[in-house]
């Protein structure tokens, strides 16, 4: 409980911290900067509806508001695809490359001061370590392939854990 408990919170304060910096800096909130920085990364500075939702792990319907919210802004620009008129891109606008340039220098300082100056190299490598195999498990999992990429996603045990506390 210990340990669940720590990450929620943990995850709550950080975001909220990064989240107020960005803000100060550049008027953009954490959810903007990662559409962004998403965007900014994608070839062509575009990605399908689709793919940003998967990359940002949203549903569509909620990526949909978002792109609606930042077009207002002039951050991004929705588009159909060329040669399949059914499907919408995002695009980055110069406007939201010039923020995001903007703004990155203020979001690395804010990620160092909240998290990574705080922990040492060795709890940075184990903290990296434990979310690789959170991440993998969770992405093998919703693949259907479960943990060891072999079949059914592993069932919880039955066993308490080692310790809770």
Same mark, same amino acid.
Do not use: C
């Given at each position: 409980?210990?340990? $669940?408990?720590?990450?929620?919170?943990?995850?709550?304060? +950080?975001?909220?911290?990064?989240?107020?910096?960005?803000?100060? /800096?550049?008027?953009?909130? $954490? &959810?903007?900067?990662?559409?962004?920085?998403?965007?900014? =990364?994608?070839?062509?500075?575009?990605?399908?509806?689709?793919?940003? /939702?998967?990359?940002?792990? $949203?549903?569509?319907?909620?990526?949909?508001?978002?792109?609606?919210?930042?077009?207002?802004?002039?951050? #991004?620009?929705?588009?159909?695809? !060329?040669? =399949?008129?059914?499907?919408?891109? /995002?695009?980055?606008?110069?406007?939201?490359?010039?923020?995001?340039?903007? %703004?990155?220098?203020?979001? &690395?300082?804010? &990620?160092?001061?909240?998290?990574?100056? #705080?922990?040492?190299?060795?709890?940075?490598?184990?903290? %990296?370590?434990?979310?690789? #195999?959170? +991440?993998?498990?969770?992405?093998?999992? /919703? =693949?259907?392939?479960?943990?060891?990429?072999?079949? %059914? !996603?592993?069932? !919880?045990?039955?066993?308490?854990? %080692? =310790?809770?506390?």
């Amino acid at each position: 409980m210990r340990a $669940w408990l720590g990450y929620v919170r943990t995850r709550d304060l +950080i975001a909220a911290a990064i989240g107020r910096d960005a803000g100060r /800096a550049a008027n953009l909130s $954490w &959810v903007e900067y990662s559409v962004l920085v998403y965007l900014a =990364d994608a070839p062509g500075q575009r990605l399908t509806f689709a793919d940003l /939702a998967g990359a940002l792990e $949203w549903s569509q319907s909620r990526l949909s508001h978002q792109i609606t919210r930042m077009q207002k802004r002039g951050l #991004v620009a929705r588009e159909t695809m !060329p040669h =399949d008129q059914r499907r919408t891109v /995002a695009r980055l606008t110069t406007a939201g490359g010039q923020l995001l340039t903007t %703004a990155a220098p203020a979001h &690395v300082r804010s &990620v160092r001061r909240h998290m990574i100056d #705080v922990l040492d190299r060795g709890q940075l490598a184990a903290l %990296a370590e434990i979310y690789d #195999v959170l +991440i993998n498990h969770h992405r093998s999992a /919703a =693949d259907g392939f479960g943990p060891t990429g072999r079949g %059914a !996603p592993a069932q !919880p045990s039955d066993e308490p854990a %080692a =310790d809770l506390a």
